[in-house]
């Protein structure tokens, strides 16, 4: 049976093995809105907007274009369970979403795109959202990286990935953090769209390049547009380590299947207490491990605080666009 790898999974496993079996396995995740993960894919969306329609029509003006990417975004951001700017409370504003809301969303689009207006005109836009599935092992038919390209283009005779980002990792004063820009290289998802790209376009494939917009309260025309090549041998690198933690993975599934439910602790996915604070914020796992000896004693209970929330990349990555179908657990 053909297995489905991505990159969701293999930062989970590689944060913490405890946190895989608790995302991954049991599915579980806070009950709670997530701004920052909701407002980087409704920025996402419009930019699958702006750039069908900066490339597609002539007619339109600027602030046209603009505005049919700010209703996209408007409509990914309340389709995630957010109110609109008018339905959102001063507390909300405040204290939950602060500069992650569709007004600042609006200033930074017609920022971008006079930033990127040049940009986008000199490239051939030659794939938007494209779902992938390359072979880890072209000796392995069954085993299968996947995942999905925000753009890929066509830039000076060679094919990029775009990969776009946004973060408050920044100042309006300074801009984007030089730290968050570094943190792209070396980086497990940038290698894994640069695996892709070697894999879908040979020889003729360039490279990645990380479009990131800083989301700031008081500053909206913050942009890098960051070029990053891999050698051969850094890619084979990855792919190593790639296939190394995935046999990991699969390690700890079958060590799994051999806890009782009346152990006194689980033999399997072991925590790494490195990471349970990460950036000053604790893991959303935290007290379920300090509680939770053994978790697969009751491996159907769902904690309060908590709901199943499966990740399936067939399903989020739209694999089925590739004829993929069936289980990716």
Known sequence: ?????????????????????????????QFGKAPALDFGTS???????????????????????????????????????????????????????????PETAFFMLVNY????????????????????A????????????????????????????????????????SGINQTYLESFDPNSQVEGYQHAGRMLYGK????????????????????????????????????????????LLEINKEALKEVKKDDEFMAAFPRNTKNCIQFMRPCPYMDLCKTVSNPASEPDRIPMGYTKDHWSPIKHLDLGALGIEGSDD
């Not at 990417?69 to 602060?98: C, I, Q, R």
């Not at 000796?139 to 776009?164: C, M, P, Q």
Request: charged share 30%.
């Open 134 to 173: 390359v072979p880890l092992d072209i000796s392995d038919t069954e085993t299968f990286y996947v995942g999905r390209l925000d753009k890929t283009v066509l830039w000076n005779g060679r094919v990029w990935v775009v990969e776009h980002k946004t973060t408050s990792w920044g100042s309006g004063k």
């Open 1 to 29: 049976m053909p297995k489905f790898y991505d990159n969701s999974r293999r930062t989970n496993f590689e944060t913490c093995n405890r946190y895989y079996y608790w995302r991954d396995i049991r599915d579980l995740r």
């Open 113 to 132: 795109l006079a930033h990127r207006k040049n940009f986008i005109n000199e490239v051939e836009l030659l794939e938007t959202e494209k779902p992938f």
């Open 43 to 101: 920025w996402h969306a419009a930019m699958d907007t702006l750039w069908v329609a900066a490339k597609s029509s002539v007619s339109l003006t600027d602030m046209e274009i603009v505005e049919l990417a700010h209703g996209t975004f408007n409509e990914t951001w309340e389709a995630l369970g957010h109110p609109s700017l008018e339905n959102m409370s001063e507390d909300e504003h405040k204290y939950l979403y602060k500069a992650r809301n």
């Open 204 to 247: 003729k494939f360039k490279g990645v390049l990380v479009d990131a917009a800083l989301v700031y309260a008081s500053c909206h025309d913050k942009f890098a547009l960051l070029p990053i090549e891999s050698s051969w041998a850094k890619l084979d690198q990855w792919l190593w380590e790639t296939k190394r933690q995935f046999k």
